[in-house]
């Protein structure tokens, strides 16, 4: 039990369809992120909530719309997307402002675009 | 352009023997740094950390070296069994950036222990 979960764990789409990832902490963290991982490239962060504001956006597509409704959810909703967003997409959730704390990684949802 | 980076994307250790995982960086801003161990079907999970103002940080088998002068780190783990074979990632984050606690991950080393 990584005190991160997230939902779906894979998800096959078409590029017109329209998804949502969820993802849930309940380890009182105010700071939650979503990463990218493609294949033989290194975990791209993508966005940063810190108590539920936005605060990084790092260059992503508008085709991901993060949403955070409260510190202990966050989803990242899906439209249009291209067979290069295939990947998996980690969130994690850490202590905001604070590098002494480590990010808690939920198992990721694995993502194919057909 | 990289500014973490695992140059070795393999490495395969005997049971028992010491396992030397290394990580360069290009940032000189970084100032904290971290390594996570992933299995296959999971997230990954914080092992061990490290600030700029050390130079060592030991956790029973994990101990973590960092050479500023040299923007290296390695993870050694000693004795290696064969329960540690899993992908593992150095990652690194800077005080003065806007999300103080912002990681930016190498590509990962795959280490298999060899019973």
């Known amino acids: 039990e990584t005190g991160v979960t997230q939902t779906p764990r894979h998800l096959v789409m078409g590029m017109t369809n329209k998804k949502s990832l969820k993802c849930e902490q309940h380890l009182g963290h105010n700071a939650m992120y979503w990463y990218k991982q493609s294949a033989k490239k290194p975990l791209e962060l993508m966005f940063v909530?810190?108590?539920?504001?936005?605060?990084e956006n790092n260059s992503v597509p508008s085709r991901f719309s993060p949403e955070c409704p409260n510190s202990s959810h966050l989803f990242l909703h899906l439209h249009t997307l291209q067979p290069e967003d295939s990947a998996l997409y980690l969130c994690a959730s850490a202590g905001a402002g604070s590098q002494s704390q480590p990010q808690h990684f939920g198992d990721g949802t694995r993502l194919s675009i057909l | 352009d990289q500014q973490v980076k695992q140059n070795s994307p393999s490495l395969s250790v005997q049971e028992g023997r010491i396992s030397i995982l290394n990580c360069d960086y290009t940032n000189s801003m970084f100032d904290y740094f971290l390594w996570y161990k992933k299995y296959p079907a999971e997230g990954p999970t914080f092992l061990i950390s490290i600030s700029s103002i050390k130079d060592k940080n030991e956790d029973g088998r994990f101990t973590v070296f960092l050479n500023k002068s040299a923007k290296h780190l390695s993870l050694h783990i000693v004795p290696s069994q064969p329960g540690d074979s899993a992908v593992y990632f150095c990652?690194?984050?800077?005080?003065?950036?806007?999300?103080?606690?912002?990681?930016?991950f190498g590509t990962g080393t795959r280490l298999t222990v060899i019973p």
């Open positions: 909530y810190n108590f539920k504001e936005q605060t």
């Open positions: 990652a690194a984050s800077a005080a003065i950036q806007t999300g103080a606690n912002n990681l930016f």
